[in-house]
């Protein structure tokens, strides 16, 4: 267990709407991912994070922003809800290890759909 | 670029049949190699690893060997359960240690 909680669960808000999944973490980890799970796409990295206040772009970052003001907490953010963002999100930290190498856990996910 | 491909499913056995889930790898240097198991309405859970050529993980009755000469990191267990159906992911991490990079799943189902 890494001690990840994804909030909320599960979402269904209108198209236009702005959302905001929330990730929160217990054990400090320095690397924070968001990721969305679609049929026929697998995981697709959205955006991540090697810091508080340090944020990077993954593979499909349009339509979404982050937010990380303290170690603890990844903020996802959908401006504009389209369609399309209707997926499952999951939240996930790594942890390196020199010896062990570094490895990657993930949270429980989150449902959204968008009507 | 690093990716990761592994056979494409269902893969649909009966119980205590022989399990391989086969994970091909495209990597430069020495890449540390996952396979996750995701139930339904779950998230991705670490079923085992190895970080190093020559290595065996193994977990709950699955293994998979490091096999650098082949770049391949087959996922197998000898019985499966029923309790085993599940989506199966296989996945590296590069060099540049905060990227990480997935297979597209295979279902596994599990026929009593």
């Known amino acids: 267990d890494a001690g990840i909680t994804q909030s909320p669960r599960h979402k269904v808000t209108e198209t236009g709407t702005p959302v905001t999944l929330r990730c929160h973490q217990t054990e400090n980890h320095r690397y924070m991912y968001w990721y969305r799970q679609d049929p026929g796409h697998g995981l697709r990295l959205i955006h991540y994070s090697y810091g508080v206040k340090d944020t990077d772009k993954g593979e499909v970052s349009d339509g979404y922003s982050v937010s990380r003001s303290k170690t603890e907490d990844f903020l996802l953010t959908l401006e504009s809800a389209t369609s399309s963002q209707t997926s499952v999100y999951f939240c996930?930290?790594?942890?390196?290890?020199?010896?062990?190498?570094?490895?990657?856990?993930f949270g429980e996910g989150s449902w959204l759909t968008v009507v | 670029g690093d990716s990761v491909t592994q056979m494409e499913g269902p893969v649909t056995l009966s119980e205590e049949a022989f399990l391989t889930i086969n994970c091909t790898y495209t990597?430069?240097?020495?890449?540390?190699l996952f396979w996750y198991v995701q139930y339904p309405g779950e998230g991705l859970q670490l079923l085992l690893k190895?970080?190093?050529?020559?290595d065996k993980g193994s977990n709950k009755g699955f293994e998979a060997t490091y096999r650098k000469e082949t770049t391949s990191f087959h996922l197998e267990k000898g019985s499966v359960q029923v309790s085993d159906s599940a989506v199966y992911f296989c996945a590296l991490s590069a060099i540049n240690f905060n990227k990480f990079y997935f297979g597209s799943g295979t279902k596994l189902n599990v026929k009593p």
């Open positions: 190895a970080t190093k050529a020559d």
């Open positions: 996930a930290i790594s942890e390196p290890d020199r010896r062990s190498g570094n490895t990657i856990y």
């Open positions: 990597a430069t240097g020495y890449p540390s």
